[in-house]
């Protein structure tokens, strides 16, 4: 499904603190934001993509414990790219020494890098 896209800018611009707080007060919406500064709403997945997604992240951390190598994260995680977009992939890893260079305030929120690896179901 193709995510809405709600053009916020000539109202107002949301900073990365306001949006981690809309994203908070609204769980039940999957929020992405684009490097222009729109919202976009994502649609949830239907059954087969939802099961595919869980096989693929329970084989990635199977993987990474063995590997332990970084950090597996699901379609919930919000990345803040350089670019300013801050993106919701499928499925994300990201190598364990750029993991521990971040605060445990960017832990918290939505990490301030790209991950090493994506996989977005189509």
């Given amino acids: 499904m193709n995510p809405y896209t709600l053009n916020v800018q000539p109202i107002w ?46 084989e990635f951390s199977l993987w990474n414990r063995q590997k332990q190598q970084g950090k597996v994260f699901d379609s919930s995680t919000g990345f803040k790219l350089p670019n300013g977009a801050i993106r919701s992939p499928d499925l994300a890893w990201i190598k364990q020494e750029r993991w521990d260079n971040l605060s445990e305030q960017e832990h918290r929120k939505f990490p301030c890098l790209a991950p090493d690896f994506v996989l977005e179901l189509r």
């Fill in 13 to 58: 611009q949301l900073d990365d603190e306001q949006f981690f707080q809309l994203s908070q007060a609204n769980p039940e919406l999957k929020l992405e934001r684009t490097p222009q500064g729109n919202l976009m709403i994502i649609s949830p997945t239907g059954g087969e993509t939802g099961n595919c997604n869980a096989e693929l992240i329970a």
